[in-house]
């Protein structure tokens, strides 16, 4: 299989530009810049892209690589960082630039360079840098440049090389997917044969080759990436899946119900299907606990032990099946070289104390978009295929601070409200217009913040919680902005927070985007 290499230096866009690859059909992984030169050619891959990264390229323990990773004879692109880190290497300069770029800036392009095909010859990019190449290393030539930068792409087609100053990767640089596309499909070579289809197809495949007779455990949750995996399961393996279904208390209001009517006997899918009803034993285990890294081991570890149990009680299992999205892995810390953001209960493997032979991770390379297509592919529902996400550890990374009955009730009953008002404004605006609003976001909640502030109602004081209100729009869920949801909207489901949901006197709207922020509060 055709693959293009993203070779991280602790860039904030990392998979970014890996989801970018993948929207040219083109499969994609990302490794740390300290992968071995050896296991990097062991692969063959089609192309590399080197990431942006925190650092300058010319200080001392700066991030970095070996001359002979651009002599390989594979083109290799770099993205900011990475453009910057390729001129130093072969014998370029890159220094402090005395004004920084950063946000939205006017670039002109020498379009005859293979890299701008079909590219206007003046457009916008996305500058982030406080460098810049001073000097071109020998054989490179400046295609691009903008009023403060003279070198803002460069390239040497005699050996394939390219580098681009600005992030061609985010939205903001309207055309950099055309200039990625350029890199991967016409410069490597790639065909595009990274489809879902396929994909579907040879994971059923490959799941009946190595499952054979054995049988398989899987930890559903009821959102989209466990559905989707127990979906691609089940048409592999049929009965020898069992599915675990382990309602921690912490899910939305009536989703633990919702998802045995789905998965349960009378649903779609052929599996055995458990339900483990196991509220209070959560409860006991984060009672006291605040810090949000604890509180996800804690929700992550019960599950593995739970697993365990009903894997006694159902005789021998063989794999145990997780959920896993390749988003996960990479904020967990494994395949690059960004800073771990935080770690996610299903990533990692197993503890040495569970007794399955290996774990099976169907959707471990896919984003969260592609795994929808891959439920499509399935002929999962589009109503569960295009549910909101959710977190593994559920509304415990939704309650800030300690984890009890009281405030799950809480934060079940704001998000009830809170999700029925917007669906309810966007399908207003959807029967009058014919078309979904422009604000209609694509992941709602709302979570409970930990402060505590005097209200009064009824003429009396009041001492009591405050809801944060989230809502975003993104096309990935790699960079989001905050959803402009009316004000009508966010007034009434104020007001109906404040007086149907006890506990609750103030309701705040978060505004943060993605980056800095994440989407979820913890």
Same mark, same amino acid.
């Given at each position: ?286 009672? @006291? ?7 996800? #081991?804690? /929700?992550? %570890?019960?599950?593995? &032990?739970? *697993?365990?149990? +009903? ?36 990533? @990692? ?7 399955? #032979?290996? /774990?099976? %991770?169907?959707?471990? &390379?896919? *984003?969260?978009? +592609? ?49 029925? %008002? ?58 989001? %902005? ?41």
């Amino acid at each position: 299989m055709e693959k293009i290499l993203v070779i991280d230096f602790g860039g904030q866009y990392n998979q970014l530009v890996a989801r970018r690859v993948r929207e040219c059909n083109v499969y994609c992984e990302i490794y740390s810049y300290k992968t071995p030169l050896d296991k990097i050619k062991a692969m063959e891959p089609k192309g590399i892209i080197l990431t942006g990264g925190p650092s300058s390229c010319y200080e001392e323990n700066a991030a970095t690589c070996s001359k002979e990773l651009f002599e390989l004879g594979i083109p290799v692109l770099g993205l900011c960082y990475g453009a910057q880190l390729m001129s130093h290497v072969l014998g370029g300069k890159v220094e402090r630039a005395s004004q920084r770029e950063y946000g939205k800036t006017e670039v002109d392009l020498d379009i005859s360079s293979p890299l701008f095909k079909g590219v206007m010859q003046h457009t916008v990019c996305w500058m982030s840098h406080f460098d810049y190449i001073s000097k071109l290393a020998p054989g490179f030539k400046s295609v691009a440049w903008t009023a403060n930068t003279p070198v803002a792409a460069m390239e040497c087609t005699e050996k394939n090389l390219y580098g681009i100053q600005f992030h061609p990767e985010v939205l903001h640089t309207p055309e950099g997917s055309k200039m990625l596309y350029n890199f991967v499909r016409n410069i490597c070579g790639c065909s595009g044969s990274w489809r879902m289809d396929s994909f579907v197809e040879n994971s059923i495949k490959e799941i009946r080759e190595k499952v054979g007779n054995g049988r398989v455990l899987l930890a559903l949750s009821g959102g989209v990436d466990s559905s989707v995996a127990a979906g691609i399961l089940s048409k592999a393996i049929g009965k020898q899946l069992t599915c675990v279904f382990v309602d921690h208390g912490l899910l939305r209001k009536n989703e633990g119900d919702d998802v045995e009517k789905i998965f349960g006997p009378d649903g779609n899918f052929d599996l055995n299907f458990i339900r483990v009803n196991a509220q209070d034993r959560y409860f006991e285990k984060l009672a @006291g606990v605040t810090e949000p890294e604890r509180k996800r #081991k804690i /929700i992550g %570890e019960e599950f593995i &032990n739970i *697993f365990e149990e +009903e894997a006694k009680k159902i005789g021998a299992v063989d794999f145990l099946a997780q959920g896993t999205i390749y988003p996960d892995v990479v904020e967990s810390g494994l395949g690059g070289e960004s800073a771990v953001i935080k770690s996610h209960h299903n990533v @990692g493997g197993l503890p040495e104390h569970v007794d399955f #032979k290996e /774990i099976i %991770e169907p959707l471990r &390379n896919l *984003f969260k978009d +592609e795994v929808r297509q891959a439920g499509l592919e399935l002929g999962i529902p589009e109503k569960l295929v295009f549910r909101q996400p959710f977190p593994g550890p559920g509304l415990g990374v939704r309650i800030v601070g300690e984890v009890n009955a009281d405030k799950v009730r809480i934060v079940q009953d704001a998000d009830a409200i809170y999700r029925e %008002e917007v669906d309810k404004a966007a399908w207003d605006c959807y029967k009058k217009d014919g078309d979904w609003p422009t604000w209609k976001p694509d992941q709602y909640f709302a979570a409970l913040s930990n402060m505590r502030s005097v209200g009064v109602m009824g003429d009396e004081r009041t001492y009591d919680y405050a809801i944060v209100l989230r809502a975003v729009r993104t096309v990935d869920f790699m960079t989001a %902005e905050a959803a402009n949801i009316p004000w009508d909207t966010l007034q009434t489901v104020m007001s109906r927070i404040v007086n149907e949901v006890r506990g609750v006197n103030r309701v705040l709207f978060d505004i943060s985007s993605k980056p800095p922020g994440t989407i979820e509060l913890e």
